[in-house]
């Protein structure tokens, strides 16, 4: 079992749909959650971070964590074609190590 | 500010031969990591430093790897014989981690063919 699993997509959406990201992870202890942007051929960027149970807003991101199931997700509301990109979960597994685990990532592709 | 460099931008080299890549991270930042990413295998750690002493090399594929940080402010992966399943683009990132943020700043990447 992968660390951190994500669908490898493409997952396409219209243009102002939502879209919705998803991820699970295996290890229990692991703290921080974070989500980053990876265009074709560039390096991935931050885009969001959530450390505890719930919803974390931020402009038409909401990153959503569910400890007990293990899961993680993004939700982009009011996709745009911009946001066509491979989105990465990552997570830090405990304290201990504090470099970040990728998954795979999932290919959003928005259509216009 | 500069932000992460990395050197070469692009390698095209035969088996067999070394390879050196090279980064230099953000100033201030005092963790730096190596990551290597590919289609089959996604983005894989390789080896963390924090201040300038290496934490966790457990990602280092083989004995053909390694990697030094001689100070603050430069980093070097080396790969020494190359062969072509090394092919792949290798990023450095660094962050600040009294921040916690988990913020990763990667730079460019250096994208190495191994013929």
């Known amino acids: 079992q992968k660390e951190v699993e994500q669908n490898s997509g493409p997952l396409s959406v219209p243009e102002g749909a939502i879209a919705s990201l998803n991820c699970t992870y295996s290890?229990?202890?692991?703290?921080?959650f974070f989500w980053y942007r990876q265009y074709s051929g560039k390096s991935p960027e931050l885009i969001m971070s959530?450390?505890?149970?719930g919803d974390k807003e931020d402009g038409r991101f909401t990153a959503q964590l569910n400890k007990a199931s293990q899961y993680v997700s993004l939700l982009i509301r009011d996709s745009q074609p911009s946001d066509s990109a491979t989105y990465l979960c990552a997570v830090v597994r405990d304290t201990g190590r504090r470099a970040l685990t990728f998954g795979s990532g999932t290919r959003l592709q928005v259509q216009p | 500010d500069a932000g992460v460099i990395q050197s070469p931008r692009h390698e095209v080299t035969e088996m067999g031969q070394e390879v050196t890549l090279r980064c230099k991270p953000i100033s201030g930042h005092n963790s730096l990591f190596w990551y290597r990413q590919t289609m089959m295998r996604g983005l894989e750690l390789l080896i963390y430093f924090n201040n300038n002493v290496p934490i966790d090399d457990s990602g280092m594929p083989e004995d053909r790897f390694s990697a030094k940080m001689p100070n603050a402010s430069f980093s070097t992966l080396k790969i020494q014989p190359s062969e072509p399943r090394d092919s792949a683009v290798y990023f450095c990132a660094s962050s600040l981690e009294r921040s916690n943020t988990g913020e990763l700043f990667f730079g460019e990447g250096s994208r190495l063919t191994v013929l």
């Open positions: 959530i450390y505890s149970n």
């Open positions: 290890d229990r202890g692991s703290q921080s």
